[in-house]
């Protein structure tokens, strides 16, 4: 999945065919709906430090224009993918695009006020465990996947790692065109800037934990 993360200015970088592609409306789904001003208040802001255009910006994600726009807008809700093509080109850690500044020493995250992120089928889908605060280098994840289930990752910044441990069932790592099957209670770490897939190949539910950790700190 994909962490996720800001520097002073956008960072350029060579983009596969999959990247080049713009996304449209199919490619959004209910994020929360606490969570899409948030989303919007905060693409706006970062793209406007940067100085850059919807279209550049478009350029840089692969996230058509239209679709920025009304992102930015909060009239649409846009997946996991979508947003980790936006982090990733605003140079940002995915917590940069969904936090919400937040006061208290102590804050208790309970299960039923969850914000989840989903992909456009639904199969898919992360809570993050840590609070909407500040942007943040190390993030906390637990992940869903449905029995056959697949979840496409674009390459994260460079620098970016994945920590996964599978806490019930089966599932597939594709990493950089490699594969290795994990069963309940096996970990991984990887370098995830590169393309990575994660399956369900098991027969029921699939639920991971993952830590991202970010090559530096954003301001």
Same mark, same amino acid.
């Given at each position: 999945m994909k962490s996720t993360r800001e520097v002073g200015a956008a960072r350029e970088r060579p983009r596969g $065919? /999959?990247? /080049? @592609?713009?996304?449209?409306?199919?490619?959004?789904?209910?994020? !929360?709906?606490?969570?899409? $001003? +948030? +989303? !919007? !208040?905060?693409?706006?802001?970062? @793209?406007?430090?940067?100085g850059l255009s919807l279209e550049k910006l478009a350029r840089l994600s692969g996230v058509s224009r239209a679709m920025l726009g009304q992102i930015e807008l909060g009239q649409s809700a846009p997946t996991i993918n979508v947003l980790w093509k936006i982090a990733s080109a605003l140079g940002v850690p995915f917590s940069g695009l969904i936090t919400a500044k937040a006061e208290g020493g102590l804050q208790v995250l309970r299960a039923g006020q969850a914000k989840r992120l989903t992909s456009h089928d639904g199969a898919f889908a992360s809570r993050a465990l840590f609070p909407f605060d500040s942007p943040r280098r190390v993030e906390f994840y637990e992940l869903t996947m449905r029995a056959g289930g697949v979840e496409r990752a674009d390459a994260h910044n460079p620098g970016t790692l994945e920590n996964l441990v599978v806490s019930r069932g089966e599932v597939e790592l594709e990493v950089g065109g490699r594969r290795e099957a994990l069963d309940t209670g096996d970990a991984i770490v990887?370098?995830?800037? +590169? $393309?990575? +897939?994660? @399956?369900? @190949?098991?027969?029921?539910? /699939?639920?991971m934990y993952l830590v991202m950790t970010y090559a530096d700190t954003v301001g």
């Amino acid at each position: 999945m994909k962490s996720t993360r800001e520097v002073g200015a956008a960072r350029e970088r060579p983009r596969g $065919p /999959a990247e /080049a @592609r713009t996304t449209d409306a199919r490619e959004t789904a209910p994020a !929360g709906s606490d969570l899409t $001003p +948030v +989303v !919007g !208040g905060n693409l706006r802001r970062l @793209r406007g430090q940067r100085g850059l255009s919807l279209e550049k910006l478009a350029r840089l994600s692969g996230v058509s224009r239209a679709m920025l726009g009304q992102i930015e807008l909060g009239q649409s809700a846009p997946t996991i993918n979508v947003l980790w093509k936006i982090a990733s080109a605003l140079g940002v850690p995915f917590s940069g695009l969904i936090t919400a500044k937040a006061e208290g020493g102590l804050q208790v995250l309970r299960a039923g006020q969850a914000k989840r992120l989903t992909s456009h089928d639904g199969a898919f889908a992360s809570r993050a465990l840590f609070p909407f605060d500040s942007p943040r280098r190390v993030e906390f994840y637990e992940l869903t996947m449905r029995a056959g289930g697949v979840e496409r990752a674009d390459a994260h910044n460079p620098g970016t790692l994945e920590n996964l441990v599978v806490s019930r069932g089966e599932v597939e790592l594709e990493v950089g065109g490699r594969r290795e099957a994990l069963d309940t209670g096996d970990a991984i770490v990887f370098e995830a800037d +590169v $393309p990575h +897939v994660y @399956r369900n @190949r098991g027969h029921g539910e /699939a639920v991971m934990y993952l830590v991202m950790t970010y090559a530096d700190t954003v301001g």
